[in-house]
């Protein structure tokens, strides 16, 4: 059973880098037909989804957070992580890892299927 | 704001059946399908419905979702205490080419 676990530091100061790994277990994250993502929640919002990346490399971001995130895989430590730049207290929330698995033949469909706990970080100085 | 609507809370008691909604746009739920998600606190969230109605393995078949047009719902029937939870509903959206959510339904069992 493949399992996702989160881990950086709790507590961030404004205007530097929030940094959180994501570590995998339980299965590979080079298998084909699955996305490897970020999801943060705002107290009392709906989750957020930060972006994406494949075990290829390819990654896709939110729009409203380009230019300050950046997502990497590392398929030898069965990884990936998140970098969110100059954050403030707007960055401050629930951050998870999940799997999205691509299924379907003619016609694509996505889920996520595989979650993380999820780590609080807060930007306070 | 959340793209896709929820109602912010919803409310049985044991063994009645539930329904939450969850209301999108042509770009989101109108072109793509409906997964739900369940949210306890202190846990991973946990996938319950995928693709409008499909649910994975070791979910209960008392949840249920179905999909028309630009709505989605789920249904809970014979509801459990063990149900009270937050629930999700999700679905890609071309316009961002990710997933969107609702903002959530917070589901008190009585």
């Not at chain 1, 930060?50 to 590392?74: A, E, F, M, Q, V």
């Not at chain 1, 430590?77 to 970098?83: A, C, E, H, V």
């Not at chain 2, 319950?48 to 994975?56: D, K």
């Not at chain 2, 393995?57 to 719902?73: E, I, L, M, Q, Y």
Request: glycine residues 12%; charged residues 15%.
């Amino acid at each position: 059973q493949v399992r996702l676990q989160e881990s950086g530091p709790g507590l961030v100061k404004p205007s530097q880098t929030l940094s959180l790994t994501c570590t995998v277990s339980g299965g590979s994250i080079s298998s084909g037909g699955y996305y490897w993502n970020w999801i943060r929640q705002h107290p009392g919002k709906g989750p957020e989804w930060i972006g994406y990346i494949h075990h290829n490399g390819n990654t896709w971001h939110n729009p409203s957070l380009k230019g300050r995130l950046l997502i990497s895989i590392d398929t030898s430590k069965s990884q990936f992580s998140l970098r969110l730049s100059s954050v403030t207290a707007a960055d401050t929330a629930v951050y998870y890892c999940a799997r999205i698995t691509e299924a379907g033949t003619h016609s694509y469909y996505y889920y996520m299927d595989v979650w993380g706990r999820g780590t609080t970080v807060t930007v306070s100085s | 704001q959340s793209v896709v609507t929820q109602p912010p809370s919803a409310s049985g008691t044991p063994g009645q059946r539930v329904t939450i909604s969850c209301s999108g746009h042509r770009s989101n739920v109108g072109s793509n399908t409906v997964n739900w998600y369940q949210l306890l606190p202190g846990t991973a969230p946990q996938l319950l419905i995928y693709s409008n109605n499909q649910r994975p393995s070791g979910v209960p078949d008392r949840f249920s979702g179905s999909k028309s047009g630009t709505s989605a719902s789920l249904a809970i029937s014979g509801l459990q205490s063990e149900d009270e939870a937050e629930y999700y509903c999700e679905a890609w959206d071309d316009s961002v080419n990710g997933p969107v959510f609702g903002g959530g339904t917070k589901l008190t069992v009585l």
